[in-house]
């Protein structure tokens, strides 16, 4: 395909931003949140998204084949076809106002999607997603019905679980929105773990809350990193 606009507005997209699109996405297939051509990752320069193509193996992804639309959903620049995840990409942007989306099928918050309505309070790090994470209710992938499911669970969260199909996140940038997507990931392994030796205790919101207040005491709250227990 080539582009639909009158003039291209790939030169809008730096660089930069397109070899970081790039690398997150072949970082997803390194860290196993992926298989093949699954997952898709987009980041947004103004009023503009760059987002991986449909059906492309992440290893012999180039920057120059990636797809460009506008906020809105219009093509820009499409050397490839789009992710057919598109609309959700759009959702989570219009939800959030984030800088970058990262959509994995990554195993184990794949599985806690299938079988429960929410990853609950495992640990005090989903706090750095808004708190429990909701599973969006099951509709067929690139749907306007998934976009909607998604846009409902990401209200006041980072991150969302879509059922039976896997994971999406946000964050300010592409760094910010993979991290997410690996701690997401993680706090589901620990719940599948945990539930495997009974019941896990849950953290109750007071205890959430305390936790963001000592955040913010501790002047953590910037870098999206918990402090160790010795910081």
Same mark, same amino acid.
């Given at each position: 395909?080539?582009?639909?606009?009158?003039?291209?507005? $790939?030169?809008?997209?730096?660089?930069?931003?397109?070899?970081?699109?790039?690398?997150?996405?072949?970082?997803?297939? $390194?860290?196993?949140?992926?298989?093949? !051509?699954?997952?898709?990752?987009?980041?947004?320069?103004?009023?503009?998204?760059?987002?991986?193509?449909?059906?492309?193996?992440?290893? !012999?992804?180039?920057?120059?084949?990636?797809?460009?639309?506008?906020?809105?959903?219009?093509?820009?620049?499409?050397?490839?076809?789009?992710?057919?995840?598109?609309?959700?990409?759009?959702?989570?942007?219009?939800? !959030?106002?984030?800088?970058?989306?990262?959509?994995?099928?990554?195993?184990?918050?794949?599985?806690? +999607? !299938?079988?429960?309505?929410?990853?609950?309070?495992?640990?005090?790090?989903?706090?750095?997603?808004?708190?429990?994470?909701?599973?969006?209710?099951? +509709?067929?992938?690139?749907?306007?019905?998934?976009?909607?499911?998604?846009?409902?669970?990401?209200?006041?969260?980072?991150?969302?679980?879509?059922?039976?199909?896997?994971?999406?996140?946000?964050?300010?940038?592409?760094?910010? $929105?993979?991290?997410?997507?690996?701690?997401?990931?993680?706090?589901?392994?620990?719940?599948?773990?945990?539930?495997?030796?009974?019941?896990?205790?849950?953290?109750?919101?007071?205890?959430?809350?305390?936790?963001?207040?000592?955040?913010?005491?501790?002047?953590?709250?910037?870098?999206?990193?918990?402090?160790?227990?010795?910081?």
């Amino acid at each position: 395909m080539s582009s639909t606009a009158g003039s291209d507005p $790939a030169g809008f997209i730096s660089d930069a931003l397109r070899a970081a699109v790039v690398d997150c996405a072949r970082r997803m297939v $390194a860290d196993g949140l992926v298989i093949g !051509t699954s997952g898709n990752v987009s980041a947004r320069s103004g009023d503009l998204i760059v987002i991986t193509p449909s059906g492309c193996r992440y290893e !012999t992804l180039r920057p120059d084949q990636l797809c460009v639309i506008s906020v809105h959903g219009r093509p820009l620049a499409l050397p490839l076809r789009p992710s057919s995840e598109l609309p959700m990409h759009l959702a989570a942007y219009q939800q !959030t106002g984030a800088g970058a989306v990262v959509h994995t099928h990554s195993m184990f918050a794949t599985a806690v +999607a !299938t079988t429960c309505p929410e990853l609950p309070a495992i640990h005090y790090t989903i706090g750095l997603l808004g708190g429990p994470i909701r599973v969006a209710p099951y +509709a067929t992938f690139g749907t306007s019905e998934l976009a909607d499911g998604l846009r409902a669970a990401l209200a006041g969260r980072h991150g969302a679980l879509l059922q039976n199909h896997g994971a999406l996140t946000v964050g300010q940038d592409i760094e910010q $929105a993979y991290d997410r997507a690996r701690m997401l990931e993680w706090l589901a392994e620990l719940y599948y773990r945990a539930s495997r030796l009974g019941a896990p205790r849950v953290l109750s919101a007071a205890e959430l809350d305390a936790f963001g207040a000592q955040m913010s005491a501790l002047s953590y709250g910037t870098n999206d990193r918990p402090p160790g227990p010795d910081a």
